[in-house]
């Protein structure tokens, strides 16, 4: 474990707690995509679909960050499709989501480093991972403006992915480990956040509310 | 000798 993996999965927690902040708090879930919320729980369990097959004791704090992940992500949609579901923005939640679930897992049948059922579970779930913000940014584009706190969880949320390459290059250099799938789809997810970081740094780190040209 | 390929990260 290093300092970045260590930010980087501390960054992921605090993004997915500030959205259940926000949805709990304003009960509504106004300008969150459910189906970028869908995707990262079709993430969570496909990629930690170890810990239902063979049931280890949580013995260590992985087996336990699995599980917050797992069951956080499946309450948020709980909250969004069925508490709160009347404050669900449907219809600018409109990006199709089977145009990136398919894609992925064609991808994750001919890209991946051994052709077995877990393997390409995880495979699809590094690749979903990197589009799965896009309904999201799209249902930002559409809406053209995004709540600080909506922001503050888009930051934490690419920073999560940004700290993890930072990761990737702390152990190649000194455990000269290397996991290029992951690494690919990780550089590739972090582009995409790059226009809303710099809608970010340069406007609500200033106090100013992100308002995109419509 | 064999290697076995394990993603220990989340």
């Given at each position: 474990m290093n300092i970045f993996r260590l930010f980087g999965d501390l960054s992921h927690l605090a993004a997915i707690a500030i959205l259940l902040l926000k949805i709990w708090k304003t009960r509504s879930c106004a300008g969150v995509?459910?189906?970028?919320?869908l995707l990262f729980a079709v993430c969570f369990i496909t990629r930690y679909i170890d810990l239902f097959l063979h049931f280890v004791s949580l013995y260590n704090t992985e087996k336990v960050m699995k599980l917050i992940y797992i069951s956080a992500s499946?309450?948020?949609c709980y909250l969004i499709f069925f508490k709160f579901k009347a404050t669900y923005d449907g219809n600018h939640d409109s990006?199709?989501?089977e145009f990136l679930i398919?894609?992925?897992?064609?991808?994750?049948c001919l890209i991946n480093?051994?052709?077995d059922a877990i393997e390409i579970l995880w495979t699809f779930s590094i690749y979903l991972e990197a589009v799965a913000i896009l309904p999201q940014l799209f249902l930002i584009s559409k809406t053209g403006e995004a709540e600080?706190?909506?922001s503050h969880y888009l930051f934490a949320q690419g920073s999560y992915r940004a700290l993890y390459i930072l990761n990737?290059?702390?152990r190649y250099h000194y455990e000269s480990h290397v996991d290029t799938i992951a690494i690919v789809a990780g550089v590739v997810q972090t582009i995409l956040y790059c226009d809303f970081f710099y809608l970010y740094i340069t406007k609500v780190v200033k106090g100013q509310k992100i308002v995109l040209p419509a | 000798g064999y290697y076995k390929y394990k993603h220990d990260e989340l």
């Open positions: 995509s459910g189906k970028t919320q499946v309450f948020t990006m199709r989501a398919v894609p992925a897992a064609g991808l994750a480093t051994k052709f600080t706190i909506t990737w290059i702390y | -």
